[in-house]
């Protein structure tokens, strides 16, 4: 991950998350980062998402439709510099902060 330019090795943070191994439903093991406190800190967002039928109600009749493929779990976000520190997260080799978020 790191030669991928995923994550960043840091120094230190106040906002470490731990590492949790999640088991898939194919067996697999899944590696994921516990941010349940970094929620319990985080501003609640007052605007949730429209519902899907509010969606397609307000792009009928566009020309052009730019969407994110929700099922490829290919899609990541640039974490702003200023919050990389809050997705910091730990294991026994390295601290490190994630660079992207993927949304999967």
Request: with cysteine.
């Amino acid at each position: 991950m790191l030669d991928g330019q995923i994550i960043l090795p840091l120094r230190y943070s106040n906002w470490v998350a731990n590492l949790v191994h999640v088991r898939k439903k194919n067996g697999e093991i899944r590696l994921c980062v516990d941010f349940r406190n970094l929620n319990k800190a985080s501003l609640k967002d007052n605007y949730p998402l429209p519902k899907m039928d509010q969606l397609l109600q307000m792009v009928s009749g566009a020309q052009r439709l730019s969407m994110l493929d929700g099922f490829l779990n290919y899609n990541q976000v640039n974490v702003d510099t200023t919050n990389r520190e809050k997705a910091a997260f730990t294991t026994p080799w390295v601290h490190s902060c994630m660079l992207a978020c993927h949304l999967a």
